[in-house]
């Protein structure tokens, strides 16, 4: 499937279509996914501030509730670059389309326990080899 909108904006572009939104709304922040992982969660998703529109990484969270009548009620607008997401299943999909901006979706903090980050012994620096 690709999806191809008829007026697309740059990423530089929808991020300020999201501080715009936010001010808006009167909300503090927003979210940007950067990347997204296995069943369309996020991978990289920051929280973007409508004060000074700087980014804050966010760990640990998901999407809740995000189905195509979401895409279809809430779509705000579509980027000019688009993703190939290839999904494996009983019939093997392809999806290639441009980051979208919606106007409510619900982010909230996974059930899942975040891994561990490996434990390895500082190296020595004080001896030259």
Sequence with gaps: MIVEPK???SPEELKKKLIDMCRQENKEFGYYVETLGPGYEPRLLYRVYEKDGHQELVRGGIFDE????ALRNEFIAAGNDPMVSNREG????TVISPSILLDDLEV???DAKNAKLPEYPAPDLTSAH
């Design 66 to 69: 995000l189905d195509t009548r």
């Design 90 to 93: 009983a019939v093997p999909t």
């Design 7 to 9: 007026q697309s904006f």
């Design 108 to 110: 909230k903090r996974t």
